[in-house]
């Protein structure tokens, strides 16, 4: 699959991009979706959040995480001291599933090599999974309302290395659109976040 191997970070994610439109991964979703959802911020981000998949005002877009859950989530970088532009964000699904409906396994699967090629390029020290969908797709086997805000580690074959492995610290988090309407859930959020200015900190890369 995709080998980006010159450029700058910024120029090896547009080729991934680009990649996945060529390749027209999703095609069932391609179709519905008015615009991709590739991800925004910066490639060179300490840390990536990684939600579900684009909702109505992503779609119209083309940004991840513009809706109420991404003013939820803004709130939470200004909680700890972040911006938008200092982190990456971007979901597994690059496309507006209809209605909002749940994933499907085969479009996890299909979208997932892209996702963890975007990661490579990034080579962030933390990845902070928004939700039980970007978590299980690293950690298939955990509960979120058992591990959130506890890091992780998951060793695996790299995509854009292959004979190689690559490590990913991970931070279970609930997706922030979870706790639009429980106050119990955007405590629980807000005080998950607290545990990343420290771990950036200490995670040496
Ligand atoms: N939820 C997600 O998981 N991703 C978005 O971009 C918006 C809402």
Redesign the pocket.
Request: proline residues 12%; aromatic residues 6%.
């Given at each position: 699959m995709i080998a980006p191997s010159l450029g700058d970070k910024q120029a090896q994610l547009d080729q991934i991009k680009a990649d996945m439109i060529k390749q027209n991964i999703c095609p069932n979703l391609a179709k519905t979706a008015t615009n991709m959802?590739f991800g925004d911020g910066s490639p060179n981000a300490e840390i990536v959040f990684i939600?579900?998949?684009?909702?109505k005002n992503?779609d119209l877009t083309g940004l991840?995480?513009v809706?109420a859950?991404?003013k939820f989530l803004n709130e939470l970088l200004e909680h700890i001291g972040l911006r938008r532009e200092d982190v990456y964000i971007t979901?597994i699904i690059k496309y507006r599933p209809p209605q909002n409906r749940d994933p499907l396994p085969e479009e996890k699967a299909a979208s997932w090599p892209y996702m963890q090629a975007q990661l490579e390029v990034i080579n962030p020290k933390l990845v902070a999974t928004?939700?039980r969908h970007s978590m299980n797709c690293f950690l298939p086997d955990l509960q979120i309302s058992k591990v959130h805000g506890e890091f992780q580690k998951v060793t695996l074959p790299s995509v854009l290395k292959p004979g190689t492995t690559v490590e990913f610290a991970i931070l279970p988090l609930f997706?922030p659109?979870a706790a639009i309407y429980n106050r119990g859930l955007r405590q629980t959020l807000m005080d998950d976040f607290s545990g990343i200015p420290g771990a950036l900190k200490q995670i040496t890369k």
């Open positions: 959802v939600g579900e998949a684009p909702g992503e991840p995480f809706g859950a991404g979901s928004l939700g997706h659109a």
